[in-house]
């Protein structure tokens, strides 16, 4: 998991850097791109965020379920709902975006 951090650090400097070593005259000059950029990696963070949370909660449901398959009806609820909690943060993350990239 610090290995993936550590990638996606990387990649969020990268992409921070040309901005922050641009000239004035390149900014002035604004086409939109530096948003798009933004806009993609909030998208790319919330998915990869989601899918290792949904992941997370389904697995430790299904480990709660092989320990004690009687309580399988009492533990499918919560865990759709939690599921549904995960996936509206990433919907979130997508409308920011669609705002950023639509200028609304």
Do not use: H, W
């Not at 950029?37 to 480990?63: E, H, P, R, T, W």
């Amino acid at each position: 998991m610090k290995r993936v951090v550590q990638i996606v650090a990387a990649i969020a400097t990268l992409c921070v850097a040309s901005a922050a070593l641009a000239n004035e005259a390149a900014a002035s000059s604004f086409d939109g791109t530096g948003v798009a950029y933004a806009a993609a990696l909030a998208i790319a963070v919330a998915a990869f965020g989601g899918a290792i949370g949904q992941s997370m909660g389904i697995k430790s449901a299904l480990d709660s379920i092989g320990r004690n398959p009687s309580a399988a009806s009492k533990i499918t609820t919560p865990m759709i709902i939690g599921l549904a909690m995960i996936e509206s943060l990433v919907i979130y993350a997508l409308v920011i975006a669609l705002m950023l990239v639509l200028k609304i």
